[in-house]
Each structure stands twice: as structure tokens, then as C-alpha cells.
């Protein structure tokens, strides 16, 4: 189960940070992967960043590249994604998801993903 948190309104220029709380096993952990995807209103779920257990790969969609960081905190068995540097067009809602065998070349296909879990809205503005 996976339980994000962290979302709300931020100034263009601003920093906000999501936690997805995983539950289950931190020993079942090991070959999965965990993305970040948004979706603004009338578009499709698009990918902004993944991150692999077992190797600790990370990749970043290109317009978050720099200003976005994924990463896991094994104390509190929570992925976060710290964002920095927030612009209007980053407003979406923001899912977390888990792929339960996640390659490289899987991380930025929403399809990939066995998981999902409830969104939580960022947005960004003025």
C-alpha cells in the first residue's frame, strides 16, 4: 500500500517535498522500483522520476531534471521527492507507484507500475 502526502501551494521559485509511505516488508523491497508521476487536468499521467532498490538508479524526466530529487529513507520506509525551484507548469496531481520487478529501461512507463497510490495535489502560483 502506498500513502502520499506532502502536496499544497507553492510560489513559483519555491520548494515543496512528497513522501509516499510504503507499507509492507522492507525485505520485499529489494528488486522493486518506485516512481513519481503527475497529471495535470486534460492531460495524460506523465513520468518525473524513479528510483530502482536494488541498485539505486535514479532517473529524472527532462523538465525536472536538476531541480528534482528522488530518494528512499529506510527509517521511515518512505520514498520522498524533493522538489526545488517550482514553476506554474509543475501544478498537477503528483501519484507515487510501485513496480514489484522494475528494469531500467521500465522506470518511465506508467505501465509498468503494479501499484498506485491516492495522488496529492501540488500547485504552483502567485
Known amino acids: 500500500q502506498l500513502q502520499a502526502s506532502g502536496g499544497g501551494l507553492a510560489q513559483p521559485g519555491g520548494s515543496l517535498r512528497l513522501s509516499c509511505a510504503v507499507s509492507g516488508r522492507s525485505s520485499r523491497m529489494y528488486n522493486m522500483g518506485f516512481g513519481w508521476f503527475r497529471q495535470a487536468p486534460g492531460k495524460e499521467r506523465e513520468f518525473v522520476a524513479a528510483?530502482?532498490?536494488?541498485?539505486?538508479?535514479?532517473f529524472y524526466a527532462d523538465s525536472v531534471k536538476g531541480r528534482f530529487t528522488i530518494s528512499r529513507d529506510n527509517a521511515e520506509n518512505t520514498i520522498n521527492l524533493q522538489m526545488n525551484s517550482l514553476k506554474p507548469e509543475d501544478t498537477a496531481v503528483y501519484y507515487c507507484?510501485?513496480?514489484?520487478?522494475?528494469?531500467?529501461?521500465?522506470?518511465?512507463?506508467?505501465?509498468?507500475?503494479?501499484?498506485w497510490g491516492q495522488g496529492t495535489q501540488v500547485t504552483v502560483s502567485s
Open positions: 528510483i530502482r532498490i536494488s541498485t539505486f538508479s535514479t
Open positions: 507507484s510501485a513496480g514489484i520487478t522494475l528494469a531500467d529501461s521500465q522506470a518511465r512507463s506508467k505501465n509498468n507500475y503494479d501499484y
